[in-house]
């Protein structure tokens, strides 16, 4: 397990970029040819501690802190994008629920959540709607139980999932203030999990459809009060993992230069590598450059989600789609160093092409994005000079 107080980052960094070369090709081999992630790799990932990291000490974590872990977390998506979900999701679902969780919810999801023992599936996404006010799942109130009917899809973990972090709509209310959060278990009477886990790239990691017809669930299960449902999925859950879906276009596009780096020194044609042509120097300088812009960019939103600054989130928003902008472009530059050869499985380029596309569509995609950022900008709650540093 990784304790914080003791940790030296440096050397923990080092510890995960070995495991990533070594034994990470290793497992994402084997999630490639099966198609699956297999269970011991959860549990070896459990007990290194790396589901645990971002999680204060009090709740069972290693209490690092979110520009530290989002390091850790570039590192990491350097490797298979399960893995790298594996350890995003894990280490995210915390936020939201810490602060509204009952003690009761505490002691039964919680901390059983943030050492890994259970594993959360956030619930927001639906198939006809949008990912915010207008969700349209719904419950009621009846006694000491909610019932719920509606349909989620694109549900990352929804069909192992131990419990639901999930957000619906109080009968005959519109608008934020009719919506309320919960942490529900999964594979209830009423709920039907579908499994819709065949997918582009992000082999391994299970996706659900889930649908709800008066499926009933004990009210104890509710985070914070009616009304709060939005405040808990954006704030709690999207803002810091926004960042760091971002940082993990970071990590992956460093493996994409990486690997067109390798290829272009390797690779003759004519009777000179392809690292000594201008063009493939001008594609690798270019993909430099919008990596170390990204970055920056990320960094600075982490430093604003820490300090809670007003344009935290316009800031996540904001590097999460330039973070994505340049994973598109680097990956395409990097396969197109490849040439043909790149087109084809045996090469690891191949997955992290398809693996970069899913970014796209994490935490809500580019138009989405664009949409928060522009109430700030308009409303003026956020400065023209892009945010403090």
Known sequence: MVDNNTLNLGEFLDEVRAWVAGPGEE????????GTVPD???????ERGWLSLAAPQELGGAGMSFSDYLQVLEAISKSHASIRMLVHVNNGTWRAMAPYASPELRDEVLIPAVKADKRVAFTLTEHDR???ADIGTTVRREGDEYVMNGEKHLITFGVKADYLLIT???EGTSGKDGLVSFTMPNHLP???VI???ETMGVRGTDHATLRFEETRFPARYRLGAEGQGLEIALGGFLTPSRVGVAMSCVGLAERAQELAIEYANERVTFGKPLAKRQAIQFMLSENYARLAAAKALVMQAARAYEVGAPDAGELSSAAK?????MLTFVTDNALQVHGGRGYWKKNPIERVYRDARAQRFEEGTNEIQKQVISRGVLSGTVSTEGGQW
Do not use: K, P
């Open 190 to 192: 009423g709920a039907e």
């Open 27 to 34: 497992w994402a081999e084997r999630i490639e040819d099966t």
């Open 40 to 46: 011991e790799l959860v549990t070896e990932l459990r």
């Open 321 to 325: 789609l330039t973070a994505v902008d």
């Open 168 to 170: 619906a709509r109080l």
């Open 195 to 197: 499994d819709d886990s």
């Open 130 to 132: 949008g990912s915010g």
